[in-house]
């Protein structure tokens, strides 16, 4: 009977402790990814942080739009080095720059949909619908963090050679900035890149498999994921999902 009993709370556990904590999926649509390059080294980029906070509230967070903040490095030798920044981030904007998606690497720099937007600097909105059909992205996420992306392409997109992305996001993030052009400050924001990965080991069947990036919370009150793709080199995002963490 004891043996019985046993047996039957491993049977009634297996699933649960297997089941997916978070499981995201896209439209077939293309989903649009608002990306600031911003710096806590730079003065002018508090004004746009701020602005990407109010993205949190937005109707259609995660299903329409994915906005996301890179903290570049390169502002970081002029008496303030950002906590967040990384060169990784600086390396993606130069991308953008070497692609020709970008006119020149700057803070506050805004890309949309892999293309430079300067809207903001005259109080536009940014362009949220491209129209384009990509395929069907989804996400899974287990218990032990190891995250599982698959893709459906549209027929466009069929065969290309892809790179799988994933990020680890950070809200409610409060930061006191002792030194350089924000001295004094305490800067307020959501969105940030806390943690970052990617591989370009597709398999036939359009699956990744990637473990979450390692992350330090840094005072986050809440965390979310984004996983996107990529072709080849570009780092234009072709389809992305995102979702908040439990």
Same mark, same amino acid.
């Given at each position: 009977m004891r043996v019985f009993l046993i047996l039957a709370a491993l049977l009634s556990t297996g699933p649960a402790a297997?089941?997916?904590? #978070?499981?995201?999926q896209s439209q077939p649509e293309q989903v649009a990814v608002l990306e600031l390059f911003t710096s806590h080294g730079c003065s002018?980029?508090?004004?746009?942080? +701020?602005?990407?906070? =109010?993205?949190?509230? @937005?109707?259609?967070? %995660?299903?329409?739009?994915?906005?996301?903040?890179? @903290?570049?490095? *390169? %502002?970081?030798? #002029?008496?303030?080095?950002?906590?967040?920044?990384?060169r990784a981030f600086s390396d993606r904007q130069r991308d953008y720059r070497r692609r020709g998606r970008i006119g020149a690497v700057y803070t506050?720099?805004?890309?949309?949909? /892999? =293309?430079e937007w =300067?809207?903001?600097?005259?109080? +536009?909105?940014?362009?949220? +619908?491209? /129209?384009?059909?990509?395929?069907?992205?989804? #996400?899974?996420?287990? =218990?032990?963090?190891?995250?599982?992306l698959s893709f459906a392409p549209a027929s466009g997109l069929a065969g290309s050679t892809l790179t799988a992305h994933l990020a680890v996001l950070g809200f409610g993030i409060s930061t006191p900035v002792?030194? /350089?052009?924000?001295?004094?400050?305490?800067?307020?924001?959501?969105?940030?890149?806390? /943690? *970052?990965?990617?591989?370009?080991?597709?398999?036939?069947?359009?699956?990744w498999r990637m473990d979450l990036p390692k992350t330090e919370s840094r005072g986050s009150s809440r965390l979310a994921v984004v996983a996107w793709?990529?072709?080849?080199?570009?780092?234009?995002?072709?389809?992305?999902?995102?979702? %908040?963490?439990?």
């Open positions: 297997s089941s997916p904590i #978070l499981q995201v002018s980029c508090p004004p746009a942080d +701020k602005w990407l906070r =109010r993205f949190v509230d @937005h109707p259609g967070l %995660w299903t329409e739009v994915i906005p996301m903040a890179f @903290h570049v490095d *390169y %502002w970081d030798s #002029l008496g303030w080095p950002d906590r967040f920044a990384s506050p720099g805004f890309v949309v949909g /892999g =293309r =300067r809207g903001w600097f005259r109080g +536009k909105e940014p362009p949220l +619908k491209t /129209g384009q059909r990509v395929g069907t992205l989804s #996400l899974s996420l287990d =218990r032990e963090r190891s995250a599982l002792g030194g /350089g052009e924000n001295a004094g400050r305490v800067l307020e924001e959501d969105f940030v890149v806390l /943690g *970052y990965g990617a591989t370009a080991d597709a398999q036939p069947s359009g699956e793709l990529s072709v080849d080199n570009d780092p234009a995002p072709v389809q992305a999902v995102a979702g %908040w963490l439990p």
